[in-house]
Structure formats: structure tokens, C-alpha cells
């Protein structure tokens, strides 16, 4: 059995796609199918994509993609499934899907794991939004053979158009990645660290938030550090903020720097559709997570358990000081976080679903 996976981006640089599917690729191959992928972003211009101007490298770059997307169709033959993540072309309509599904009658199993059929293009390309064409994601899911989603709030999007919908958690390698006993890490002080780790799209989240954390900076003078972890310096107004820019080679090392992890998002359909990542990485290396009660984040995060919900700024700063204070309720929030992701958000734990895609 063939697989030919169709992503957006190269492999190994988006975190959508290494802990949806590209953690799976050896559990696939030991079960006998022979996998091929192809990425419609060339590593080149991935690197300035997101970044403001460029304009010329991006239009090269997506014209070299379009080649690509449309070189491949001459190539499947032999192909049983297409493992479609998020779409085929970053613009324009499905005319690329109807081919596959239509045309050449394969079997698609289309994953996304965000709220893909609403408007969210980044400042760096809102020139181009008018050409996304959100509404393709209803067809799509009607032409594939199964739909894989990161949660039932986007499982239930889906089955308007799809009967064959699959709740597929994003997950977490628990034994060789995100295993706090594979790793050491030296803390420069011994400040409490509150942490946030993400991409320069959802660093917006912060903002709302800001105020609280000047409340607490202010409250444990040198005793509380905030440690952002992503691919843009965030700028915030805080004086006892530390930048790390992300890093695949140092990405565990630096995670465990962080004693409280934090998971601010607005209360909007967009953020009903996000899969809790954050949370599920924090909770992983056995660091209680401070989410907002929003979407698939109730059920991953059980509120005084392995973390607590912070819908308020009165709850952020409550459960902040009780962490902050309080060394062993933090020791005993992250080794129930940890469990909890082993028993439903690791690849052990799911191997079976995601297996199940290709039957």
C-alpha cells in the first residue's frame, strides 16, 4: 500500500504537521506502506514566507509550488491514499482536490487541525486574503474518502459535508522527545519561570494578558521571570520578560526552563478550532499549564488537576500565586499533566486511530 502525502510546508519545520503526522512515518513503514511526500513550499522561501515584503521570492516560490502540485498528478498511478494536510494550493479554488478525488478517483484522507474555512490570513500576507478561498474546505470534505480533524469542535464541521470523520488528536512522543528524563537543564536563577511558547501568528494572544503579568512582576519583584519561546521577539512592555528564539535543536532543553506554562486565547469560534498544543507540550515535560477554558483546552486541561482554567484576569492571577508560591503543587500538577498526555495525546496512545486513517 502507497501513501503520498501532500503538505503545505517541508517537512520538519511546522508543528502542525511533525505532531499530527510526521512522528507517524516509521510507525507507518513498520506496518508495511510505503510512503512518499511532497511539500508545495520549497525550504526557501518557507524562510521568508511569513516575513513582512518579499513579495518577488514568495510569488516565485508559489509559482514553483503550482509546478510542482501539477507535475504530481502525472505521478500517482500507483498511489492508494493521498494524506492531504490542510490544502492542496494556499490559494484559489479546489481545482487541484477535484482532480484527485474526481478525475483520478483517489482516496483522500484530508486532515487540518485548525478552523480552515474562516478568514485568518497573517498581516505579513493580507494582501493575498481575498484569494484564499476558506469555502473550499466544505468541498474538500465532501470529495474525500475520510476527514481527519484535531478535535470534535472541528470533527463537527465536518460532518455536514463527510460521514467518515475522525477525531485525530495532535500528539505528543512522550518516550523519545518530550521526556523530561532525556534531558537536563541548568536554570540561571532561581526565579520562577512563566512560560509561553508559539509562532509569531499567536503572539497576539499575550496582549490581553499583559496587565495581569505587570500585576505579578510588580507583586515578586526578581523573584518571577516570564520566558517567551518563539520565532519573533514579542516586544512586550514588561521589564522581567527573557526571549528565546525557537530553535528545533534546543526546543525541549528551553521548554524545561519553564517552571508555569501559560496559554492565553481570545473566547471566539477561531480559537474553538485550536488543539490545545501548547498545553499538551507544557503538560508533557510535567509543567502544570494555565490555559483559557476554551475549546478542546476543558478537556485536556482538568481545572485543579494538571493545571488550572483562567477565563478572568482574577483567575490568572489567582492561579499564578498559587504556582508561584507553592513548588509542590506545581511538582504535583506536572506529573498528573504528564499522565494525562501519555493516556490520551501520545503517539503510543493513538497509533491505533491514526493507523485506522488508511483502512
Known sequence: MKIQFLTPYPLKKAPSQRFRFEQYFQLLRQAGFDISCQSFWDERTWAILYQPGNTLGKFIGFCKGVIRRTVILFQLSEIDFIFMHRECLPLGPPIVEWILAKVLKKKIIY?????????????????????????????????????????????????????????????????????????????KSSAIVIGWTGSQSTLPYLEPIVGTLKKLEAKFPGKVRLLIIANKDPRLQLNFIDFILWSKQTEIEDLLKIDIGIMPLPNDIWAKGKCGFKALQYMALEIPALVTPVGVNTEIVEDGLNGYWCATEADWIHSLEKLITNSERRKEMGLSGRKKVMASYSVTSNSSTFLGLFS
Open 111 to 187: 486532515d487540518f487541525d485548525d478552523a480552515i474555512w474562516l478568514p485568518n490570513t497573517s498581516e505579513e500576507n493580507r494582501v493575498v486574503a481575498f484569494l484564499k478561498w476558506h469555502s473550499k474546505v466544505a468541498s474538500i470534505c465532501s470529495w474525500s474518502y475520510k476527514v481527519s480533524t484535531g478535535n470534535s469542535f472541528l470533527a463537527n464541521y465536518a460532518r455536514q459535508f463527510n460521514k467518515n470523520v475522525i477525531v485525530n488528536p495532535t500528539t505528543i512522543d512522550t518516550a523519545n522527545f518530550h521526556n523530561p528524563a532525556l534531558f537536563s537543564v541548568n536554570k
